[in-house]
């Protein structure tokens, strides 16, 4: 493995917003181990072709505590600059939170919030003193900025995964920086096509917004541009 003087652990970069993530710290000379959830071949090895000495492609479903045990078991001894989980899932915009079955709430809520948190648990010792920890968010998840509605499963999944970080944070005293970032309404699969955002135009900001906080312990909320985020 060639010496790298920066590293990345990115979950969930088979493609979208986690695809983009893995190929803009690529090209900014950083070693990224980036996780796909099957043995499906996805864009994110079609990339590795390109990158074959800088990215690594692990798998884990990070709703399977076992493959995360066992992604931790496997880089063990790595030390990393910034772990980030991009993994999330959506449904219905405009299904209301009275008709949402159970199954559906708890399939959004267990894959958006508890997921990422007890991967972070996890995995947080692999994490440089000095790095940062990060999650994907949205700008749905604020809850002093729902003026609208709408969204309301998936709004109330990434509110719950803030407070979680929040909470996560506050136990940590201090130690280490943690983002939690909105990127921005992006043309993704999940973001669909009206979206107001190119890939182009948030990802690269978003690289941006982390690096800038490289070295700040605490936690901040903030959209691809760096501003602050309501909560």
Known sequence: MPDKSLSALIIGASRGLGLALVEEYLRRGWHVVATVRGQSKTALHDLQVKYSESLEIETVDIVAQDQVDALRDRLAGR??????????????????IGDVSTDEFIRVMVTNAL??????ETLDGLVSSSGTIGVMSSGLGSVADNEQGGWEVYRGSKAALNTFMRSYAARQRGHRAHVIIAPGWVRTDMGGPHATLSIEESIP???DTISAQSGKPGLKYLDYTG???RW
């Not at 030390?79 to 449904?91: I, P, Q, R």
């Not at 997921?115 to 972070?120: A, D, E, Q, V, W």
Request: hydrophobic share 45%.
């Open 79 to 96: 030390t990393f600059d910034l772990l980030f989980v991009n993994a999330g899932v959506t449904n219905d915009p405009d299904e209301r």
């Open 115 to 120: 997921s990422p948190m007890r991967l972070i």
């Open 205 to 207: 900001r978003v690289v």
């Open 227 to 229: 501003r602050n985020v």
